[in-house]
Structure formats: structure tokens, C-alpha cells
């Protein structure tokens, strides 16, 4: 490949990633790619079933938003059935979140669907470009996060 200019650079990958998200997207079948859910809720999702009952304000945090934006979302998800609330004995305005039975189920079958998809997916390319594309996404998430371990 001929070597291309940092400008040339972005033009392409501009072009290519939002295809890319969308051919992705049209592979998925989930409950997320449907519509039924948002990204953001499903990354609160995600963050629930790794960490267990969060805080809001914790849901918040990760989120990077308030905590009144996070209560918004997490309300949509409280209603579809997929979150629960609870309160702090001692402290009212300390407020829990929680999966629910359907939630972790929902996280679950969409992290397998996803997980299948990108097995396809990449099984058509060599273990070599596999490694060096994850070495190189690796490098770019500790560029985007560096940030939050300074703060």
C-alpha cells in the first residue's frame, strides 16, 4: 500500500468506519440492533454485569454524563423489565441499580451474538492481521482512555 498522508489517512478511515458500523449492525439479529434498546443502555447493561449493583452515581461516571442524563436511561431500562432499583437504608439518596434475571440474559445473548458474528467475521483473515489489528485497537483505546488515568 502506498503510503498516504495523515489527511488522506483520516479521509479514508472517515469513509470507512461508519460502513463498517453499519455492516455490523445489519450482521446482528440482537435485541440491541433492533431497536429495542440503545447503545447507552446496553453499556450500562454491560457495566452492571461485570461490576454487580452499582451506584448511580458510578453508572454515571462510567458514562461520562450526570447523573439526571443516567437516571433517564436507566429509567427506560427499569421499565423494559431489565434493571431494578433499590434505595439505602441509611441514605435515601443514595440510589442502587441492578440486573435483573432478563437483563444478564439480554447481555448475555447479545455479547454470544456478537461474539459468533466476529468469529466469522475475522476467521477470514489471517491470525497474523488478527494480531496486529488487535494490537493496534489495543494502542488506540490506551490513547482514548489515558485521559481518565490522569484525572
Do not use: C, W
Not at 452492571?48 to 450526570?66: C, K, N, Q, V
Amino acid at each position: 500500500m502506498p503510503e498516504i498522508s495523515l489527511s488522506e489517512f483520516a479521509d479514508k478511515l472517515n469513509q470507512l468506519m461508519p460502513a463498517i458500523i453499519k455492516e455490523f449492525a445489519r450482521r446482528q439479529t440482537n435485541e440491541l440492533y433492533k431497536g429495542k434498546i440503545t447503545l447507552p443502555q446496553f453499556l450500562i447493561l454491560g457495566f452492571l454485569e461485570r461490576g454487580g449493583e452499582s451506584r448511580m452515581t458510578d453508572i454515571a461516571r462510567f458514562m461520562g454524563i450526570t447523573t439526571a442524563a443516567s437516571t433517564g436511561i436507566v429509567d427506560r431500562l427499569v421499565r423494559a423489565g431489565y434493571t431494578v432499583r433499590s434505595y439505602d437504608i441509611n441514605d435515601r439518596r443514595i440510589i442502587r441499580m441492578k440486573l435483573t434475571q432478563s437483563g444478564s440474559i439480554l447481555v448475555k445473548k447479545v455479547n454470544k451474538e456478537r461474539r459468533a458474528m466476529i468469529i466469522d467475521i475475522f476467521g477470514k483473515i489471517s491470525q497474523a492481521e488478527r494480531e496486529k489489528y488487535l494490537e493496534i485497537l489495543t494502542h488506540i483505546y490506551s490513547i482514548l482512555t489515558a485521559h481518565q488515568t490522569r484525572a
